[in-house]
């Protein structure tokens, strides 16, 4: 069995500030790992994932995320936030033997960016 | 090329009604996956279908909902004599076969019940 947990329901920065999202998994298995983004009424749209390669991983504007195996975390960081990165995030747990997208989602970090 | 189609976007319906949630995944993905998401929750998986296939329904609720993705047309998932507590945000997610994890949400349907 798989679980997510995000600490902090919401997060606040200033623009050009570090942004760093906390994620913990449980995996009994040797896990996948996803984070998502959701802005206001539209779906998720994948930012990264991680499969069990490289352990830093590289997404879409400009985020990242490490797999910290000991650590069971995969934080996800962006070295500069930008206004256009408010929006609500999600990170996500794949069972990786399996061959289809049952995921298991954490409940979700609501990033806010200020001028 | 067309993402995944939802619709409606915005559903109303008073208890006891029933609602249809349609989706119409990317073309070329043969996998279909329902997913709901309460307020102040992350997305709960419900459902994987594949065309006239129920792949995986280890989220459904045990009664009052179906979904199904028939040889032709959208995947349908059917919730029968809503009450309150079915109201939500319900996503449809794709994939082409064989990608774990990789998948492409539509925009999802809101369920309000009054």
């Known amino acids: 069995a798989q679980s997510v947990t995000q600490l902090g329901s919401h997060v606040s920065v200033s623009e050009g500030a570090l942004v760093l999202l906390r994620c913990n998994y449980s995996s009994s298995v040797p896990p996948y790992l996803f984070w998502y983004v959701q802005y206001p009424n539209q779906g998720l749209q994948l930012l990264l994932k991680y499969t069990s390669a490289a352990t830093l991983v590289k997404g879409i504007n400009g985020f990242e995320a490490e797999f910290k195996k000991s650590e069971t975390s995969f934080h996800l960081t962006k070295p500069s936030a930008h206004m256009s990165d408010a929006a609500e995030y999600f990170c996500a747990v794949h069972a990786g033997g399996t061959s289809y997208g049952k995921l298991t989602f954490g409940q979700g970090t609501i990033l806010t960016v200020h001028p | 090329n067309a993402g995944v189609m939802q619709n409606p976007r915005h559903l109303v319906r008073r208890r006891g009604q029933e609602a249809r949630l349609r989706c119409s995944p990317m073309k070329g993905h043969s996998h279909v996956y329902w997913y709901r998401q309460l307020p102040e929750e992350g997305l709960k998986f419900m459902v994987y279908?594949?065309?006239?296939?129920?792949?995986?329904e280890s989220g459904m609720p045990k009664e009052r909902f179906s979904a199904e993705f028939p040889k032709e047309g959208p995947s349908i998932l059917r919730i029968q004599q809503v009450v309150r507590g079915d109201s939500a945000a319900y996503f449809c997610?794709?994939?082409?076969?064989?990608?774990?994890?990789?998948?492409?949400f539509g925009e999802g349907s809101r369920l309000t019940v009054l």
């Open positions: 279908l594949q065309k006239e296939n129920i792949i995986d």
């Open positions: 997610a794709s994939s082409p076969a064989d990608i774990g994890g990789e998948l492409f």
